[in-house]
């Protein structure tokens, strides 16, 4: 009964005759207007520098037209002929057809380098064979392997039928150290290529070892941030921030004249006698390197967060819990370390999530065994410009950091991570 008067002839009004239901439901769409409106802005840059970027990548990691685009004809014939049907005189005869349009068009080098990069050594097979496609005459089989046997290979052929669609899982493949048989059957790389795995392996070890030894120097530091008299607390928190004013490069740099062979840490210790003149310490280009110098360049990363939460810890539970008998270890394990539980984990996931994506400080101090696969990822996408690899690498990097997230989520709880 109530319900039908609000709905009925005597339903309340406003004061220019609108039923009130109307107007409160007006009111809230212009509310939730404005309030899109206000982060509109936000939401757009997010989109265009995020969400987009990432959109792409995902895509450049499945798609690659090098090869499908260039080759209609020879991709005709393996779409009619399933996997497995040995190269017949129409195969050649595509091929020749294929070659001898892309030589016209000039993307035979763009058509062997997507080949290249499954088969090596096979680019100049396709270019050097395209200069010459004008004179090739039927049988086509016979003169295409007159000019080079490798046009008999099985791999060539089983590299040339993956390519043929612009969609493919083989860059995915290449990124776990794996490969496909010209049977079709997905096997591992030989042991001496399987390089892409150790990376990864090797990134996330290194990154959970500077995360460590960062919570180790900078829990200490933290806490006499949070313990000591204001002033002194805020001088030793400009120092804190000091590495923040200087450039990455620059500090890299000078960890590099600390580090090197002769270098002044090895000085110091030749002239102190710990270490003979001809037994210098290997600190640069190796893991070694890259701990330290990350370790430095992160571990502010990590102090404040930890110093947010210990400054919001009252000093009287610590009391407290001594007057009751507890010892300075127990009070520190029971009430003050649970205390810093969100600090800890706020500090460690931003180091190790900036730690898995550096990669300019690994190039400058790492040497070869202390790269991590970021530097995999911008050789791909510098150097060979084998852009679909580096993007399969980053996209498997990416889903491994969001499994490590998630993971951390189901064992400890964002919820209970706190920045400050």
């Given at each position: 009964?109530a319900?039908?008067?609000?709905?009925?002839p005597?339903?309340?009004?406003?004061a220019?005759g609108?039923?009130l239901?109307?107007?409160?439901?007006?009111?809230?769409r212009?509310?939730?207007?404005r309030a899109?409106?206000?982060?509109?802005?936000?939401l757009?840059?997010?989109?265009?520098?995020f969400?987009?970027?990432i959109?792409?990548?995902l895509?450049?990691?499945?798609h690659n037209?090098?090869?499908?685009?260039?080759?209609?004809?020879?991709?005709?014939w393996f779409?009619?002929?399933?996997?497995g049907?040995?190269?017949d005189?129409?195969?050649?005869?595509?091929?020749?057809?294929?070659?001898?349009?892309?030589?016209?068009?000039?993307?035979i080098?763009?058509?062997?380098?997507?080949?290249?990069?499954?088969?090596p050594?096979?680019?100049?097979?396709?270019?050097s064979?395209a200069?010459n496609?004008?004179?090739?005459?039927p049988?086509y089989?016979?003169?295409?392997?007159?000019?080079?046997?490798?046009?008999?290979r099985?791999?060539?052929w089983a590299?040339?039928?993956?390519?043929?669609?612009?969609?493919?899982?083989?860059?995915?493949?290449?990124?776990?150290?794996?490969r496909?048989?010209?049977e079709?059957a997905v096997?591992r790389v030989?042991?001496?290529?399987?390089?892409?795995g150790?990376?990864?392996?090797?990134?996330f070890?290194?990154?959970a070892a500077i995360?460590?030894?960062?919570?180790?120097?900078?829990?200490?530091?933290?806490h006499l941030?949070?313990?000591?008299?204001l002033?002194?607390a805020n001088?030793?928190?400009?120092?804190?921030?000091?590495?923040?004013w200087?450039?990455l490069?620059?500090?890299?740099?000078a960890?590099i004249?600390?580090?090197?062979g002769?270098?002044?840490?090895n000085?110091?210790?030749?002239?102190l006698?710990?270490?003979?003149?001809d037994?210098?310490?290997?600190?640069?280009?190796n893991?070694?390197?890259?701990?330290?110098a990350m370790?430095?360049?992160?571990?502010?990363?990590?102090?404040l967060p930890l110093?947010?939460?210990?400054k919001?810890?009252p000093?009287a539970?610590?009391r407290a819990?001594r007057?009751?008998?507890a010892?300075?270890?127990t009070?520190?394990r029971r009430?003050?370390?649970?205390?810093c539980?969100?600090?800890?984990?706020?500090?460690a996931?931003?180091?190790?999530?900036?730690?898995?994506?550096?990669?300019i400080?690994?190039?400058l101090?790492?040497g070869?065994?202390g790269?991590?696969?970021?530097n995999?990822?911008?050789?791909?996408?510098?150097?060979s410009?084998?852009?679909?690899?580096g993007?399969?690498?980053a996209?498997?990097?990416?889903?491994a950091?969001l499994?490590?997230y998630?993971?951390?989520d189901?064992l400890?709880g964002?919820?209970?991570?706190?920045?400050g």
């Amino acid at each position: 009964m109530a319900e039908a008067t609000l709905t009925g002839p005597t339903a309340l009004r406003t004061a220019n005759g609108t039923p009130l239901k109307a107007a409160l439901a007006r009111a809230s769409r212009r509310a939730r207007l404005r309030a899109f409106l206000l982060v509109a802005p936000l939401l757009l840059f997010i989109v265009v520098t995020f969400v987009l970027p990432i959109g792409q990548m995902l895509h450049r990691s499945v798609h690659n037209d090098a090869f499908s685009a260039h080759m209609p004809a020879l991709g005709a014939w393996f779409a009619a002929n399933p996997r497995g049907t040995a190269p017949d005189e129409a195969a050649f005869a595509a091929l020749a057809e294929d070659l001898r349009a892309a030589a016209a068009a000039r993307s035979i080098g763009t058509v062997g380098t997507r080949i290249n990069y499954e088969v090596p050594g096979t680019r100049s097979l396709f270019t050097s064979t395209a200069r010459n496609a004008a004179r090739l005459a039927p049988p086509y089989r016979e003169a295409l392997l007159a000019h080079n046997p490798d046009w008999g290979r099985a791999d060539v052929w089983a590299a040339m039928r993956g390519a043929s669609s612009a969609y493919s899982a083989s860059f995915y493949l290449a990124a776990l150290d794996l490969r496909r048989t010209p049977e079709g059957a997905v096997v591992r790389v030989e042991p001496g290529q399987r390089i892409y795995g150790q990376l990864f392996l090797r990134t996330f070890v290194l990154s959970a070892a500077i995360t460590l030894i960062c919570l180790a120097l900078g829990f200490p530091v933290a806490h006499l941030l949070a313990t000591l008299p204001l002033r002194r607390a805020n001088l030793l928190m400009i120092l804190v921030l000091l590495p923040f004013w200087t450039s990455l490069l620059v500090r890299t740099s000078a960890w590099i004249v600390l580090l090197q062979g002769q270098g002044v840490v090895n000085n110091v210790l030749v002239a102190l006698g710990l270490v003979p003149e001809d037994g210098r310490l290997a600190l640069m280009h190796n893991a070694t390197g890259t701990i330290v110098a990350m370790t430095h360049i992160l571990l502010p990363f990590m102090i404040l967060p930890l110093y947010a939460v210990m400054k919001t810890i009252p000093p009287a539970y610590a009391r407290a819990a001594r007057s009751l008998g507890a010892t300075s270890w127990t009070a520190f394990r029971r009430i003050y370390l649970p205390l810093c539980a969100p600090g800890i984990g706020a500090g460690a996931m931003l180091v190790f999530i900036l730690a898995v994506g550096y990669y300019i400080t690994p190039a400058l101090v790492g040497g070869a065994s202390g790269q991590l696969i970021s530097n995999q990822i911008a050789y791909h996408m510098q150097t060979s410009l084998n852009w679909s690899l580096g993007a399969a690498l980053a996209t498997l990097l990416l889903a491994a950091v969001l499994a490590l997230y998630w993971l951390y989520d189901r064992l400890v709880g964002i919820d209970n991570m706190k920045l400050g």
